[in-house]
């Protein structure tokens, strides 16, 4: 076969080809944006007056912001706090359970997944619904709680949606997982007369520690950009109660009446850095255990 | 040793007996608490707007079709919203669907320069969080290319920020599947555009359809974009209009959930039919991820 530069070239071109509108659009619409971001970050602006360079003065006005370390941040870490754990550990029990001899196996797990589904619109619409003064929930618990206007109640109520709409996700990737553990090693380990606990303690966790790490870095990257059950359910409030950092992002970039883009985008800016280390740290405890 | 033999049995046979009763009311119950909100929500849009806060019931009575009729004849927006949404996935789907596989079908099996380094920006790229971006989608849609409040504005920049998860899972599939067919048709002569689309496109179906549904899922129900994008009422989809009925016409909420059944019905259709390939779909990139 004769590869001359000519056949090279062509090959080169045609694999450009290949990717160019890919190129293009993730060029323009995420790299290309991704720096301005940045840039934005550094300057004051609003749709109305060009951006202005103004140096790191976002960055400390963000971090100085009330709404930004009394509520936006707190707010994000207690729900991501609740949210992750309960979704993750919720999701394996119901992995674990559907993994055995189970009848109707594929009903459970359409009906698990079913929430996932949806838009978030819909789930916040329905749930907005439900938890009123006089909806179904006060109604079927006998009580009589705003649990959205609330200034103690709202967020555990999001926190609350968010796990029922997340956990059957989780539970297939955790299905998956589990349906990927050799089945020999339970069969050692049942004629080593190990008992069934035993057996989940020494096998089953340890295979699935990756998969676990995988579920709870989604968990905390998902958590700590919600915002559409925010948006839709409460607008950040009541008393900013439910503001996380991505509402409040926003908030200051197009709902506030004095818009501020660039502070808004250094907020997201510090957002990005806090997901970026979540994930590296997570690469790096699946590196060590692959060691 | 030995004296510790008889709890052990009596411990497995105790659990033994037991897991499968509770497995079972576990399962139900969350299937349970699943199933309900969605099932309510249909109950209660053909119950009459007084009742929007009746006792739960499971079938509705007294029944009524006012909901539906009320929500498709009295807002003249709704079917325009419906169009939109439907246009916007179907647009956003193929067009997310067949740049990703042949940009994966490049970095899986062509060799060209910059391969390795573009290919780890954009999986890299896959960590940026969408708010970051969401200021300079604003900014560009508005004063660069004009496409601010317009449904093909909101077509292309969807897409395009979907390409990298596309362009992962495409080229993931391509590097799985054997080398033998494109080797032969290659020998027989084919370009690498017959290649890709006679030889490769057929054999990628499975994976093809997998990202199409999680496309069709994800433009269907977009939210925070189109948000930021869309404008005017005409021309907002189906979720962003529902946001707004639901701050707007908080009084007549029955409407708002007649409404919301059009948003979830279709996918939940597509669901049902194509569950196969959303479950496979979600095992295969949930592991591959690691």
């Known amino acids: 076969m004769t590869y001359t530069w000519r056949r090279k070239l062509a090959d080169w071109l045609t694999a450009y080809v290949f990717i160019l509108p890919v190129l293009l659009g993730w060029g323009i619409f995420v790299v290309v944006a991704l720096v301005m971001s940045l840039y934005f970050s550094f300057t004051s602006f609003n749709l109305l007056k060009p951006p202005q360079w103004i140096g790191p003065v976002n960055y400390a006005r963000v971090l100085q912001h009330p709404d930004f370390f009394r509520y936006a941040v707190p707010n994000t870490l207690k729900y991501s706090a609740v949210v992750v754990p309960a979704q ?24 698990f997944y079913l929430p996932s589904v949806t838009s978030s619109v819909v789930i916040g619409i329905i749930f907005v619904w439900l938890f009123s ?19 103690k109640t709202a967020l555990p109520t999001i926190m609350m949606v968010n796990i029922w709409s997340t ?13 990927d553990i050799p089945s020999e090693l339970y069969e050692a380990a049942a004629i080593d007369g190990a008992s069934r606990p035993q057996m989940f303690r020494y096998i089953t966790i340890p295979l699935l520690r990756p998969v676990i790490f995988f579920v709870v870095t989604l968990g905390i990257i998902g958590t700590f950009q919600v915002f559409d059950q925010i948006y839709i359910m409460t607008k950040g409030g009541p008393l900013k109660a439910t503001t996380t950092i991505v509402y409040l992002i926003y908030f200051w970039a197009f709902g506030d009446v004095t818009p501020d883009m660039g502070r808004a985008s250094a907020a997201a800016f510090i957002l990005a850095v806090a997901i970026f280390v979540v994930t590296m740290v997570q690469r790096r405890f699946l590196e060590r255990e692959e060691v | 040793m030995t004296t510790a033999r008889p709890t052990v049995v009596w411990e497995r046979s105790l659990w033994d007996r037991l897991k499968m009763p509770i497995f079972y009311a576990l399962l139900i119950a969350w299937t349970v608490l699943a199933i309900m909100p969605y099932w309510l929500t249909i109950v209660f ?6 009742a929007i806060f009746d006792p739960p019931r499971l079938w509705p009575k007294p029944f009524t079709l006012e909901n539906y009729r009320v929500v498709l004849t009295a807002f003249d927006e709704f079917p325009l919203w419906l169009r939109n949404s439907f246009l916007f996935a179907l647009a956003a789907t193929v067009l997310r669907v067949f740049f990703s596989a042949l940009a994966g079908y490049a970095f899986a099996r062509m060799r060209f320069p910059g391969r390795g380094v573009l290919f780890s920006l954009i999986l890299g790229s896959m960590m940026v969080p969408f708010v970051v971006t969401v200021v300079p989608l604003y900014w560009m849609a508005v004063k660069w290319f004009h496409i601010y409040d ?3 504005g ?21 590097k799985q599947i054997p080398r033998d067919l494109e080797e032969a048709a290659f020998i027989d002569g084919a370009s690498w555009f017959t290649l890709f689309f006679r030889v490769v496109l057929p054999l990628a179906r499975p994976a093809l359809l997998a990202l199409a549904i999680f496309s069709f899922q994800g433009s269907w129900n977009d939210f925070f974009l189109t948000l930021i994008m869309m404008q005017s009422p005409e021309n907002f989809t189906l979720p962003l209009g529902l946001a707004m009925f639901r701050f707007q016409y908080y009084a007549i909420y029955s409407n708002v959930l007649a409404g919301s059944i059009f948003n979830s019905l279709p996918i939940i259709i597509i669901f049902f039919i194509f569950q196969r390939y959303f479950v496979e779909g979600i095992a295969y990139t949930g592991l591959k991820g690691v």
């Open chain 1, 167 to 179: 956990t059957g996700t989780m539970m297939l990737i955790f299905l998956a997982g589990l349906q």
């Open chain 2, 45 to 50: 849009s053909f119950m009459p707007k007084t």
């Open chain 2, 150 to 152: 317009t449904l093909w």
């Open chain 1, 88 to 111: 993750t550990v919720l999701s394996l029990i119901f992995a674990f359970a559907l993994d055995q001899k189970i009848r109707a196996r594929d009903f459970f797990r359409t009906a």
């Open chain 2, 154 to 174: 909101l077509i292309i920049v969807w897409t395009s920020g979907s390409f990298s998860f596309g362009v992962f899972m495409m080229t993931q599939f391509f």
């Open chain 1, 133 to 151: 003064p006089k909806g179904v929930i006060n109604q079927l618990l006998g009580l009589d709680v705003n649990w959205l206007y609330n200034v």
